[in-house]
């Protein structure tokens, strides 16, 4: 069964740090692409960044751009989300998803989705 | 930056209707596109992919058409279990969601 378990969410201030892992199993993990996409409450769904199979290519949203790093770890089947410089308007639900396969060298939509975890940036 | 417009936002509708709910890009996707349901507190479930790619395990009465511009969700008869958001997706290196289309019971 394919799973990908989120961790890592809480309470930050303006301007801190979070590290968000995500746990995958049931699947060959370095065969696909991953991503993590976020909402806000209340709010809809908002595409955040993508990585491709070995880590190579990465891709971000504008307004996280030099804040958030992706990056994955193919040997022990975890992403990950660094955020940095973090702000109100990335209070959200952060959701860790494996793309679907295409044949081609793009990402396919996310076809299996974490349960996400809650992130609060506030004083 | 591609964005996409879905239409209506809000939808009411009874069990057994057919509905559609439509996905403009501003510009050219091809079939890279995408349907999704979410309920609340629940993670979005993966409905088509590929415009018109019928996901595994999900039930007929959803349809997927278009490509280009222009796209449509299609629900051929309401369950009580279709009450729910659908959004559309772009999906590429760089992808965006649509706003939404909450989908309420008559």
């Known amino acids: 069964e394919v799973q990908v378990v989120e961790s890592g969410g809480g309470l930050v201030q303006p301007g801190g740090s979070l590290r968000l892992p995500c746990a995958a199993s049931?699947?060959?993990?370095?065969?696909?692409?991953m991503s993590w996409v976020r909402q806000a409450p209340g709010k809809g769904l908002e595409w955040v960044a993508n990585i491709n199979q070995d880590g190579s290519e990465k891709h971000y949203v504008d307004s996280v751009r030099g804040r958030f790093t992706i990056s994955r770890d193919n040997a022990q089947n975890s992403l990950f989300l660094q955020m940095d410089s973090l702000r109100a308007e990335d209070t959200a639900v952060y959701y860790c998803?494996?793309?679907?396969?295409?044949?081609?060298?793009?990402?396919?939509?996310?076809?299996?989705w974490g349960q996400g975890t809650l992130v609060t940036v506030s004083s | 930056d591609i964005q996409l417009t879905q239409s209506p936002s809000t939808l009411s509708a009874s069990v057994g209707d057919r509905v559609t709910i439509t996905c403009r890009a501003t510009?050219?996707?091809?079939?890279?596109l995408a349907w999704y349901q979410q309920k609340p507190g629940k993670a979005p479930k993966l409905l088509i992919y590929k415009a018109s790619g019928l996901e595994s395990g999900v039930p007929s009465r959803f349809s997927g058409s278009g490509s280009g511009t222009e796209f449509t969700l299609t629900i051929s008869s309401l369950q009580p279990d279709d009450f729910a958001t659908y959004y559309c997706q772009h999906f590429d290196t760089y992808s965006t969601f649509g706003q939404g289309t909450k989908l309420e019971i008559k």
């Open positions: 998803a494996k793309n679907r396969g295409t044949g081609y060298p793009r990402p396919g939509p996310p076809d299996y």
């Open positions: 049931g699947f060959t993990f370095s065969s696909y692409w």
């Open positions: 510009q050219n996707i091809n079939s890279w």
